[in-house]
């Protein structure tokens, strides 16, 4: 089994650099409507090239394992745009747990585990807009020509 990360930045990247067989790209969709749809909300989205002029987007980040080798401990990286804030719960991807980071990428926990350095000096819990990443750690292996798409929503600063 290959072991596989990859990082899709519109800043800096993380401690992952795109590994070989694994190919990622991300896209920036508006949110161009939400309507009600039996068992809850339908989501109709729409390319974005500027994401501070929509009141809320999504960023898609699609992978695919390219290799005919299962790729076993895959994490997928991305970035949060410093002109966005990440909208809290909104990452989903499939099985996997998402985990984030407050500092550029060079670590990662669960929300309840992050705290940042308020402007007092002083420790405090980090909330959704102190994140800069986002990254999925997918639960099993990846099968040879598996893809899959990874999101989180977010609205300007």
């Known amino acids: 089994m290959l072991l596989a990360a990859?990082?899709?930045?519109?800043?800096?990247?993380?401690?992952?650099?795109a590994a070989g067989g694994l190919a990622v790209?991300?896209?920036?969709?508006?949110v161009a409507a939400a309507v009600a749809a039996g068992e809850g909300e339908q989501v109709v989205a729409a390319a974005t090239s500027t994401p501070s002029n929509v009141d809320q987007a999504i960023m898609s980040v699609a992978f695919t394992n390219t290799t005919a080798?299962?790729?076993?401990?895959?994490?997928?990286?991305?970035a949060i745009p410093a002109d966005v804030r990440y909208v809290a719960g909104s990452a989903t991807g499939p099985g996997s747990q998402a985990l984030f980071s407050v500092d550029q990428g060079r670590t990662f926990g669960r929300p309840g585990e992050l705290s940042v350095v308020g402007?007092?000096?002083?420790?405090?819990?980090?909330?959704a807009g102190d994140y800069t990443?986002?990254?999925?750690?997918?639960?099993?292996?990846?099968?040879?020509?598996?893809?899959?798409?990874?999101?989180?929503r977010v609205v300007p600063r």
Do not use: N, Y
């Not at 990082?7 to 992952?16: L, V």
């Not at 080798?69 to 991305?78: G, N």
């Not at 402007?119 to 909330?127: F, S």
């Not at 990443?133 to 989180?152: C, I």
């Open 133 to 152: 990443h986002v990254r999925w750690v997918l639960d099993g292996p990846l099968d040879a020509g598996a893809t899959g798409v990874a999101r989180f």
């Open 25 to 30: 790209s991300s896209t920036l969709e508006h």
């Open 69 to 78: 080798q299962v790729v076993d401990a895959v994490r997928i990286t991305s």
């Open 6 to 17: 990859a990082t899709t930045a519109p800043a800096q990247p993380g401690p992952d650099a």
């Open 119 to 127: 402007a007092d000096g002083a420790a405090r819990a980090a909330e």
